[in-house]
């Protein structure tokens, strides 16, 4: 099949096809697997619950599901040096439909595990899952870097990466009023309130697989292409797959240890509960972040992109409130005009907290001013204030180490984007087994987490925060340099 050649600044094709309703679809895939991903924080109790299961025991959940990632990622990768690149040679859009229907396939699985009420077979059908979100992200985030002018393939990728947080915002408000009440049934064994949103999942899965296959997408990046790993061949490439890693490793590192650190009396001395809104807007702030990315960093008129820039964060914020207030451990066994109530007053209970991170976007939006919407240099700028509010934190305690780390959330936004469009540029045909290696690289977020725990039972929890700050400065060291390691200007891989 012909392979789209050019493109031009509006986002069209050079034969005048517009990408905007392709890319409209690719985004909804983004927002799935963020909603979906988040379920396994409401599987987690539930399952801890159901199988009187210790917390080791209750993590594996999450082991079982973004170990698959990475195992997936390898077996692609494998594959395309033996055999040579998948999707180069079935296209994008078949890449997700696979994705897709493997998910499906782990949806599904959900149903006899409860109807066995076998914990490990959960693990596997959530490995499956894992497996197929694997081949996803392989295909969906090359792709849609690909349509459009490569120049704004971060605004792009910063778009579809916000649609993904606003599904992982409002994904634990609906998973746990489904898993939580609406299919918690008196009497049964608690793993069965899983089987119906699954069997939803598996059918939403199905469905869109349909749609894929069946609508018409840009076939872009088929052809055949020889074994061998050559996407190692670009030097940046390599640098990149470590500034993911260091990416990712940083960002659930940072997440993974604020309940702790602001529990410290040194700090605030926060209970989990108060403590655990932090880590809310903590997530909350890559939402924000990356939709400010993703006006910043496009080709909108300077004006136009001015308003955005201030109407579209503030808007991200207001659903974070809203949703963060949701009343989530008083979901089972309430009525609905209670849960509204209870609602209402944590909204109005949660602007003591949020209104003080107001001024973090503010800063934000100033940072994206220091950038002129270039990537690289956006995401040197984001990266080193992540390094300088680390910085911080470790150097001194209370409220401002609090929120320094607290607003990492938000600089820290655009760097899976960034980073991830930054390390696809010049590698043509081989963009889709650059993207496997990328998602492979998710792995950060299985070590350098571990090692900050390691560092923080040996020094503090405090001191520990210099494990992310050093991936941190790794990732703005890549959007510096990195990315320009010995690139050629004109790559003869280009399709």
Not at 363 to 373: D, M, S, V, Y
Request: with cysteine; aromatic share 14%.
């Amino acid at each position: 099949m012909a392979s789209i050649t050019t493109t031009n600044t509006s986002g069209t094709t050079s034969n005048g096809v517009s990408f905007r309703g392709p890319f409209a679809i690719m985004t909804s895939l983004f927002f799935l697997w963020g909603f979906m991903t988040v379920f396994n924080d409401i599987l987690i109790p539930r399952f801890k619950e159901a199988f009187t299961l210790s917390y080791f025991q209750a993590m594996l959940v999450q082991f079982a599901f973004f170990g698959a990632y990475f195992v997936g990622s390898l077996i692609y990768f494998i594959i395309s040096t033996t055999k040579g690149d998948p999707i180069a040679k079935i296209g994008y859009k078949n890449g997700v439909v696979i994705g897709l229907l493997i998910s499906a396939a782990g949806s599904a699985l959900f149903w006899p595990a409860a109807g066995a009420s076998s914990y490990p077979m959960f693990l596997v059908a959530l490995f499956v899952v894992g497996l197929g979100f694997a081949m996803l992200q392989i295909a969906a985030n090359p792709y849609v870097t690909i349509l459009g002018p490569e120049k704004t393939a971060s605004s792009r990728l910063n778009l579809a990466q916000g649609f993904n947080s606003i599904g992982t915002t409002i994904g634990p408000l609906i998973g746990g009023y489904l898993i939580f009440q609406y299919f918690a049934k008196s009497g049964a064994h608690g793993a069965d309130s899983v089987k119906m949103p699954y069997l939803a999942f598996c059918i939403i899965f199905v469905l869109l697989a349909v749609v894929f296959y069946f609508i018409h997408l840009p076939h872009v990046g088929e052809g055949h292409v020889e074994p061998g790993a050559g996407a190692l061949k670009f030097p940046h490439v390599v640098l990149g797959v470590i500034a993911i890693f260091m990416y990712v490793g940083g960002e659930v590192a940072v997440g993974s240890a604020i309940i702790n650190f602001l529990g410290q009396p040194n700090v605030a001395g926060l209970s989990e509960v108060d403590a655990s809104k932090y880590v809310a807007i903590y997530w909350g702030g890559l939402m924000i972040g990356r939709f400010m990315g993703a006006v910043e960093l496009s080709e909108m008129k300077k004006a136009n992109k001015q308003v955005a820039l201030v109407v579209i964060p503030l808007l991200a914020y207001l659903l974070l409130w809203v949703a963060k207030s949701a009343p989530l451990d008083a979901l089972q066994g309430a009525s609905e005009a209670s849960i509204m109530v209870l609602w209402r007053d944590k909204f109005v209970e949660n602007w003591a907290v949020f209104k003080l991170y107001l001024p973090f976007i503010g800063l934000c939006w100033l940072l994206f001013q220091f950038g002129r919407a270039q990537a690289a240099r956006t995401l040197v700028i984001f990266s080193l204030t992540v390094v300088a509010l680390l910085v911080t934190a470790i150097l001194v305690g209370g409220k401002l180490a609090m929120w320094c780390v607290v607003a990492v959330g938000l600089f820290t936004s655009v760097g899976w984007s960034n980073t991830f469009s930054l390390a696809l540029e010049g590698t043509g045909i081989y963009k889709s087994q650059v993207s496997s290696l990328l998602v492979m690289a998710i792995l950060g977020g299985a070590i350098l987490p571990p090692l900050q725990g390691w560092l923080a039972d040996h020094t503090n929890i405090q001191f520990s925060f210099i494990v992310p700050l050093i991936a941190y400065a790794y990732v703005a060291f890549y959007g510096a340099k990195g990315h320009k390691a010995r690139r050629p200007a004109t790559p003869s891989t280009t399709p």
